[in-house]
């Protein structure tokens, strides 16, 4: 796994020899100068440090920080099942290496990125001894990207999913031993024994008790289903089951699913092709009541994230932007594996398409006490119990990746109560959530560099979770999704807070 040319690189500079041969001129040429429309500093612009408040960090420790778990290299390739074992071939389904993604998302604001390429019929050898060592080498690249290694795992019984692997020492071996004993396509001959939902509680049970937890989260949930509510291979059961065995591990789903630039090519947006996205988000998601709240209503901690799932450039006739290009997970963090990771389970996490918004805080405060995304803050109901509300967001500091300065035209305020564990595992929908509030332009105050908008829940009586959604849109709901440019039609959405009375 040693390379003269790399410990050359680890000495020095990047020379401009060392990047064509490992990442191509095309990448070479973006990573020499600013991507056409991009604006990659606002990225170290815009960033908040943590004010070490309500125990999350030391002061200046942690910040919102730009990433994508969802991108593949030419390591998503196919494989030749006429020899034994299967022979690999590269570059078949994606088609970019390992290292070209980390240099684009460096220049489009990224700080961290996971490589999650598809699986195959061994293919747990050709992640440990082929994908892994480039890995190694674009870590020793680009520095400046904190590069995850996992795998788009063929989960059973489900469509696919991140499988996001801690870094330690043994990294590779750990992701070998759970890809080997549990993808789904990895066996040769074929085990159908693998695609059952047994089978993912075994995964997922297995994963739980590993000394290095790895994070688990749901690819395009809802991109097999053919209608509003009428699911396909990912089922609101299998979600309930899965978070129930290994709730630190299975920790939620793409709100925002990748191949959003599909219409810039005549397809839909994610590859929804039997059921749309709404405003490019899964319906899972985007409905007011529906499934994310439905599971947030009772009480569980699962989160959103937005990915690029990029395999091959719109530019290039395929449907996807480049990591950071239009879709981003924010995490608050400090630029360290093991933080990003916790801040991605604990859900200190929103996200934005288009470069929407580079910031977001949403706080919940009462009777002295205050929380944020992802936690919870616990009060009396002794006395009228009034919960107030901040959103502050910050606009971004330049053009997102089309050129464009985006401008928020509406923030919603979206509230619902916890109600605990529903008796139908297979429930959909949480009836008490609605949007309690709608602001303007004319709703918020500027201060500093960012947005404010301040709100009082009037006497809240049970426990609640608030979240928070904007656009650049007038659609008072997101609506269904054709062909029209993703660039036109940008939302960003928070994870919840979470209100417990005692």
């Not at 041969?21 to 990225?43: E, I």
């Not at 290994?246 to 397809?267: C, I, K, R, T």
């Not at 002295?368 to 009396?380: F, I």
């Not at 529903?422 to 309690?436: G, H, M, Y």
Request: charged share 25%.
């Amino acid at each position: 796994m040693q390379d003269k040319d790399l410990d050359d690189a680890g000495r020095g500079q990047l020379s401009r020899r060392q990047l064509v041969k490992y990442a191509g001129v095309g990448a070479t040429l973006a990573a020499a100068g600013p991507f056409v429309g991009a604006d990659p500093a606002r990225a170290d612009e815009d960033r908040r440090p943590d004010d070490g408040k309500d125990g999350r960090g030391r002061p200046g420790t942690r910040s919102w920080r730009a990433g994508d778990h969802h991108v593949h290299s030419e390591y998503s390739g196919d494989f030749d099942t006429t020899t034994n074992p299967p022979t690999f071939r590269k570059g078949a389904d994606a088609v970019y290496p390992i290292v070209t993604n980390a240099i684009m998302a460096k220049n489009f604001g990224l700080t961290w990125a996971m490589c999650t390429d598809h699986g195959g019929p061994t293919h747990s050898k050709v992640n440990l001894e082929q994908a892994y060592p480039d890995l190694l080498r674009s870590r020793r690249l680009v520095p400046e990207v904190l590069q995850f290694w996992g795998m788009e795992f063929d989960a059973p019984a489900l469509d696919h999913h991140t499988l996001m692997i801690p870094r330690h020492d043994d990294e590779a071996k750990q992701l070998f031993e759970l890809e080997s004993r549990f993808a789904k396509r990895d066996p040769f001959p074929a085990d159908p024994g693998r695609d059952t939902e047994a089978k993912m509680v075994e995964f997922l049970r297995v994963a739980r008790d590993m000394p290095h937890k790895p994070l688990v989260i749901a690819h395009h949930a809802s991109r097999s289903a053919t209608g509003l509510g009428v699911y396909g291979q990912d089922t609101p059961r299998e979600f309930r089951n899965g978070n129930d065995v290994a709730p630190d591990v299975y920790v939620g789903f793409e709100g925002a699913p990748g191949h959003q630039a599909g219409p810039l090519n005549g397809g839909p947006r994610g590859g929804y092709g039997s059921h749309p996205t709404y405003g490019g988000y899964d319906q899972m998601t985007a409905r007011v009541g529906g499934l994310w709240d439905a599971l947030l209503g009772e009480g569980r901690r699962w989160w959103i994230t937005a990915t690029s799932d990029s395999h091959v450039h719109w530019s290039r006739g395929g449907a996807d932007f480049w990591p950071g290009e239009y879709s981003k997970t924010y995490v608050l963090a400090r630029q360290d594996y093991g933080d990003i990771m916790d801040g991605l389970r604990h859900g200190r996490v929103w996200v934005t398409t288009g470069d929407l918004i580079t910031s977001l805080d949403l706080t919940a405060s009462s009777q002295g006490r205050s929380a944020a995304m992802g936690e919870t803050v616990t009060v009396s109901r002794r006395n009228r119990t009034d919960v107030d509300i901040e959103i502050r967001f910050r606009p971004p500091a330049g053009t997102n990746g089309n050129g464009d300065r985006p401008q928020v035209r509406r923030v919603d305020l979206i509230v619902g109560r916890i109600t605990g564990p529903s008796r139908d595992l297979d429930a959909d929908t949480n009836p008490t959530t609605s949007v309690v509030a709608r602001f303007g332009p004319r709703d918020w105050r500027r201060e500093g560099a960012d947005q404010v908008i301040r709100h009082t829940l009037r006497g809240v009586e049970t426990d609640i979770y608030a979240r928070v959604r904007g656009t650049s849109t007038d659609e008072v709901e997101p609506l269904a999704d054709g062909l029209e440019s993703p660039w036109s039609d940008l939302w960003f959405y928070s994870n919840p807070v979470f209100v417990h009375l005692r």
